[in-house]
């Protein structure tokens, strides 16, 4: 079974320092992964790592700064993630597919939960 989570949240902040915690590895590991690694250009690499153990490769599918980044899970899932400008800040629309249920998975609806 296919599972998905969505989620759009408006950040009181710029468009560039939106994209900039979604892509910079430093800021992934304030808020996503123990330890991130991430080469945002299409065809680039990235390694997520958790304190449990648990680990997560992608690929950049698309990657359009401050506006677009689309990542394939190496489980077949992806990760959609959209910016726009908006009053008050910037709007984070994310969309994950993954076959199956996993820390970053679960990580991912808890974050977004909390940032609302």
């Given at each position: 079974?296919?599972?998905?989570?969505?989620?759009?949240?408006?950040?009181?902040?710029?468009?560039?320092?939106?994209?900039?915690?979604?892509?910079?590895?430093?800021?992934?590991?304030?808020?996503?992964?123990?330890?991130?690694?991430?080469?945002?250009?299409?065809?680039?690499e990235?390694?997520?790592?958790?304190?449990?153990?648990?680990?997560?490769?992608?690929t950049v599918?698309?990657?359009?700064?401050?506006?677009?980044?689309?990542l394939?899970?190496?489980?077949?899932?992806?990760?959609?993630?959209?910016?726009e400008?908006a009053?008050?800040g910037?709007?984070?629309?994310?969309?994950?597919?993954?076959?199956?249920?996993?820390?970053?998975?679960?990580?991912?609806?808890?974050?977004?939960a909390?940032a609302?």
């Amino acid at each position: 079974m296919e599972l998905h989570v969505e989620r759009e949240v408006l950040f009181p902040a710029e468009p560039a320092e939106v994209w900039e915690a979604l892509t910079e590895p430093e800021r992934l590991e304030e808020w996503f992964a123990t330890e991130a690694e991430l080469d945002a250009r299409p065809g680039g690499e990235g390694v997520f790592r958790w304190g449990d153990g648990d680990e997560r490769r992608a690929t950049v599918r698309e990657a359009e700064p401050e506006e677009r980044l689309v990542l394939d899970w190496e489980d077949g899932g992806e990760v959609v993630i959209e910016l726009e400008e908006a009053d008050g800040g910037t709007l984070l629309r994310v969309r994950e597919t993954s076959p199956e249920w996993s820390t970053a998975l679960e990580l991912s609806a808890l974050s977004w939960a909390f940032a609302r």
